[in-house]
């Protein structure tokens, strides 16, 4: 019913940024909270951003000041501005979305990952 498309990741020297892009599809009514994972060879996955449907921001502190989490309600896509990026930052990243669906259905759901790898 709901799928989570993401995009904008790729190989980046350390220091750059990237700009990932999450959009859901399908059966949405609303989308509560979205947030960005992310997850490291042999790592478990990892809290990264979350944003609220009224805006409000929660970064994980590895990342405080350098990424910034957004959304488009009207595009339902949310975004991750990653700057000043380091070796430690590669992981696959995933969004995740709480979303309510026609007829009072509701589903957490995940994108598929991107790869955000950083290196020299």
């Known amino acids: 019913q709901v799928q989570l498309v993401e995009s904008g990741g790729g190989l980046v020297q350390p220091g750059g940024s990237l700009r990932l892009s999450c959009t859901a599809s399908g059966n949405i009514f609303s989308i509560l909270t979205m947030k960005w994972y992310r997850q490291a060879p042999g790592a478990q996955r990892e809290l990264v951003a979350a944003?609220?449907?009224?805006?409000?921001?929660n970064n994980a502190g590895s990342v405080k000041g350098r990424f910034t989490i957004s959304r488009d309600n009207a595009k339902n896509t949310v975004y991750l501005q990653m700057n000043s990026l380091q070796p430690e930052d590669t992981a696959v990243y995933y969004c995740?979305?709480?979303?309510?669906?026609?007829?009072?259905?509701?589903?957490?759901?995940w994108g598929q990952g991107t790869q955000v790898t950083v290196s020299s």
């Open positions: 944003i609220t449907s009224g805006g409000s921001t």
């Open positions: 995740n979305a709480v979303i309510t669906g026609s007829g009072g259905s509701w589903g957490n759901y």
